[in-house]
């Protein structure tokens, strides 16, 4: 899944690719997609919070799916 990362390390997002994975081997099979893969500090904070976001343009319609960690001792990011 092609996803835009706003790492606490960085200066600028960017696009990157997060790992999923697969209910089961059939060709219908459902994919989860992994953050923790991009998510650092893991020591700090082990767990991914998520939510959907749907935002409307117009007539147009946008779903995107949020995920964060937040945590009194995670590093302050600039980006957001």
């Known amino acids: ?11 600028r997002p960017r696009q990157v690719t997060m790992l ?5 081997c059939t060709r219908n099979a459902k994919r989860f997609p992994i953050p923790e893969s991009l998510l650092n500090d893991a020591t700090v904070q ?3 919070h998520n939510c ?9 319609i946008y779903q995107f799916c949020i995920f964060f960690k937040r945590h009194c001792h995670l590093r302050i990011n600039t980006l957001l």
């Not at 899944?1 to 200066?11: G, Q, T």
């Not at 959907?52 to 147009?60: F, I, K």
Request: with cysteine.
């Open 52 to 60: 959907l976001v749907t935002l409307h343009e117009g007539r147009r």
């Open 20 to 24: 999923t994975r697969c209910s089961d």
């Open 46 to 48: 082990p767990y991914v």
């Open 1 to 11: 899944v092609r996803c835009r990362l706003y790492s606490a390390s960085w200066s």
